[in-house]
């Protein structure tokens, strides 16, 4: 006979990973996988990609929401969130390099058991721009683990182009607990290799811009 499940005992903690992609099809697809190993529950928002991007990610295993048009991470990010119901979320960028179950397991591990309200992870030995620019700005980076209702609570979340800075501002002035996990040999694929030199150039720089005056910009009448 069959051993029944003790209705007392507890449920194991939902988990989700949510990826926002604008224009990832060359790596979305291994990232889902990646994520998929950690949790069925995968989410990726496509920000109006004009590429290959939601085709792959369903192709991969991914449910896949589709924004009409491109309006930042910050409205992907939000629009995922609110494709799923799990109590916690991975928060991944979709031109990872190097991922694997253990990064995310390394991430998830301390949010579980209650040290940490957020983790962050920060590139390790992923390449030389990408490591350097992760470590200058750690908390800029776009892998992180948290409780869902922490990052519904953030906010402008959705009013954000790239939501890192909201989310870090909101976990300084709720007194939460995060810390920065490495994650060896991960990296991103640089814009100047998918936009080409020039355009990539001019995305990066538009990106920074907006990252580092988001305090500035928020504190505008």
Same mark, same amino acid.
């Given at each position: 006979?069959?051993?029944?499940?003790?209705?007392?005992?507890?449920?194991?903690?939902?988990?989700?990973?949510?990826?926002?992609?604008?224009?990832?099809?060359?790596?979305?697809?291994?990232?889902?996988?990646?994520?998929?190993?950690?949790?069925?529950?995968?989410?990726?928002?496509?920000?109006?990609?004009?590429?290959?991007?939601?085709a792959?990610?369903r192709?991969?295993?991914?449910? /896949?929401?589709? &924004?009409s $048009?491109?309006?930042?991470?910050?409205? %992907?990010?939000?629009?995922? +969130?609110?494709?799923?119901? =799990?109590?916690f979320?991975?928060?991944?960028?979709?031109?990872?390099?190097?991922?694997?179950?253990?990064?995310?397991?390394?991430?998830?591990?301390?949010?579980?058991?209650g040290?940490?309200?957020?983790?962050?992870?920060?590139?390790?030995?992923?390449?030389?721009?990408?490591?350097?620019?992760n470590?200058?700005t750690?908390?800029?980076?776009?892998?992180?683990?948290?409780?869902?209702?922490?990052?519904?609570? /953030?906010?402008? &979340?959705g $009013?954000?182009?790239?939501?890192?800075? %909201?989310?870090?501002?909101? +976990?300084?002035?709720?007194? =939460?607990?995060?810390?920065?996990?490495?994650?060896?040999?991960?990296?991103q694929?640089?814009?100047?290799?998918?936009?080409?030199?020039?355009?990539?150039?001019?995305?990066?720089t538009?990106?920074?811009?907006?990252?580092?005056?988001?305090?500035?910009?928020?504190?505008?009448?």
């Amino acid at each position: 006979m069959r051993d029944m499940p003790d209705p007392r005992a507890p449920k194991a903690p939902s988990v989700a990973a949510v990826i926002p992609a604008y224009n990832e099809g060359g790596t979305v697809a291994e990232v889902v996988r990646v994520a998929l190993q950690l949790t069925p529950d995968v989410v990726v928002a496509s920000d109006g990609s004009d590429d290959d991007t939601a085709a792959v990610a369903r192709a991969a295993g991914a449910r /896949v929401v589709e &924004l009409s $048009e491109n309006v930042g991470k910050g409205a %992907a990010l939000r629009t995922a +969130l609110d494709a799923t119901d =799990a109590e916690f979320i991975v928060m991944l960028d979709a031109d990872l390099t190097g991922l694997t179950l253990d990064h995310l397991q390394q991430m998830l591990r301390p949010v579980l058991d209650g040290r940490l309200d957020m983790s962050i992870g920060v590139f390790e030995g992923g390449g030389f721009v990408t490591d350097w620019g992760n470590k200058l700005t750690p908390n800029l980076s776009g892998q992180r683990v948290c409780r869902r209702d922490l990052l519904l609570a /953030v906010p402008h &979340l959705g $009013e954000e182009r790239w939501p890192e800075p %909201a989310i870090t501002a909101h +976990l300084k002035s709720s007194g =939460a607990r995060w810390d920065y996990i490495e994650l060896p040999q991960v990296g991103q694929v640089l814009k100047e290799k998918k936009r080409g030199f020039w355009n990539g150039a001019w995305a990066r720089t538009r990106m920074y811009a907006d990252l580092l005056t988001f305090r500035a910009r928020r504190k505008r009448p």
